[in-house]
C-alpha cells in the first residue's frame, strides 16, 4: 500500500451497525488502519489517545452529533486542521452543506456512498495540505446550528404525518413492510428534537452571559 497510509488511522463515526460495518470492512480492506467511534463522545475519547490522519463521520448521532464534534475539534489547535469528511442522508440540503463546510468540514458526501468518488477523496485529503480553519465562536455556532435543527425538525414532521396517513391506505402485508422505515423516521425526529432542545438552552445560558 501506499505512504499516504502511514500518516495514521482513519476514524470512522457512525451509529448505524450496518452502516458502519461496511464503512469498516471496505476501508480495511483497501488498507487503511481503521478505528471506530458510534459518537462523537467516543470519537473525542479516542483521538485525545491518538490523533487520526482523516476522520469520517455521520451526523446525526446520540450523545455527540457530527456539527458538534467538528466545532469542538475546530475549537482546540491541536485538532483544528484534521480533516473531516460528513456523510449524511439526513442533512442533504443546500443550507445544511453551507453550514458544515462554515464549521469547519473539509468534505461532504450523501448516503449511500459512492465509494468511486469516496476513495479519491480520501486519498486527496491524505496526501494534501491541511486546510485552514476558523471556528466560529459558541454562539454563531449555536445559533446557525438551530436553524438547521429547526428545518430538519419541520421536514421530519412533514415526512411522519405523510407516511402516517399513507400507513392508513396498506394492508397488513404492505404495512409490515413499511413499518420500519416509519419507526426510523420517528426515532430521527425525536433526536433532532431533543439536541434542538439542548440547542436553545445553550443559546439561551450564553445570552444571558
Not at 128 to 134: D, L, V
Not at 192 to 197: D, G, R, S, T
Given at each position: 500500500?501506499?505512504?499516504?497510509?502511514?500518516k495514521g488511522y482513519?476514524?470512522?463515526?457512525?451509529d448505524v451497525p450496518?452502516?458502519?460495518t461496511?464503512?469498516?470492512?471496505?476501508?480495511?480492506?483497501?488498507?487503511?488502519?481503521?478505528?471506530?467511534?458510534?459518537n462523537?463522545?467516543e470519537?473525542?475519547?479516542?483521538i485525545?489517545?491518538e490523533r487520526?490522519?482523516l476522520i469520517?463521520?455521520?451526523i446525526?448521532?446520540?450523545?455527540?452529533?457530527?456539527f458538534?464534534?467538528?466545532?469542538?475539534l475546530?475549537l482546540?489547535?491541536a485538532?483544528?486542521?484534521i480533516?473531516?469528511?460528513?456523510?449524511s442522508?439526513?442533512?442533504v440540503?443546500?443550507e445544511?452543506?453551507e453550514f458544515?463546510?462554515t464549521i469547519?468540514?473539509?468534505r461532504f458526501?450523501e448516503?449511500?456512498v459512492d465509494?468511486?468518488?469516496?476513495?479519491?477523496?480520501i486519498d486527496?485529503l491524505?496526501?494534501?495540505?491541511?486546510?485552514?480553519?476558523?471556528?466560529?465562536?459558541?454562539?454563531?455556532?449555536y445559533e446557525g446550528?438551530?436553524k438547521?435543527?429547526e428545518?430538519?425538525?419541520?421536514?421530519?414532521?412533514?415526512?411522519?404525518?405523510?407516511?402516517?396517513?399513507?400507513?392508513e391506505?396498506l394492508d397488513?402485508t404492505?404495512?409490515q413492510?413499511?413499518k420500519?422505515?416509519?419507526?426510523?423516521?420517528?426515532?430521527?425526529?425525536?433526536e433532532?428534537?431533543?439536541?434542538?432542545?439542548e440547542?436553545?438552552?445553550?443559546i439561551a445560558?450564553?445570552?444571558?452571559?
Open positions: 500500500m501506499t505512504s499516504l497510509h502511514s482513519l476514524l470512522v463515526v457512525e450496518d452502516i458502519l461496511l464503512l469498516v470492512a471496505t476501508l480495511k480492506f483497501k488498507g487503511y488502519r481503521v478505528e471506530t467511534a458510534t462523537g463522545v470519537a473525542l475519547e479516542i485525545q489517545r487520526p490522519a469520517i463521520t455521520d446525526l448521532m446520540p450523545k455527540m452529533d457530527g458538534s464534534l467538528v466545532h469542538r475546530r482546540d489547535p485538532t483544528r486542521d480533516p473531516v469528511i460528513f456523510l442522508a439526513t442533512y440540503a443546500p445544511d452543506k458544515a463546510h469547519g468540514v473539509t458526501i448516503k449511500p465509494m468511486e468518488r469516496f476513495f479519491p477523496e486527496s491524505l496526501a494534501g495540505k491541511a486546510e485552514e480553519t476558523r471556528p466560529l465562536d459558541e454562539l454563531q455556532f446550528y438551530k438547521r435543527l428545518a430538519k425538525l419541520k421536514h421530519k414532521n412533514t415526512q411522519i404525518a405523510r407516511d402516517q396517513h399513507l400507513y391506505t397488513e404492505q404495512r413492510a413499511f420500519a422505515s416509519m419507526q426510523n423516521a420517528i426515532r430521527e425526529r425525536d433532532i428534537q431533543a439536541l434542538l432542545n440547542i436553545r438552552e445553550k445560558a450564553l445570552s444571558k452571559a
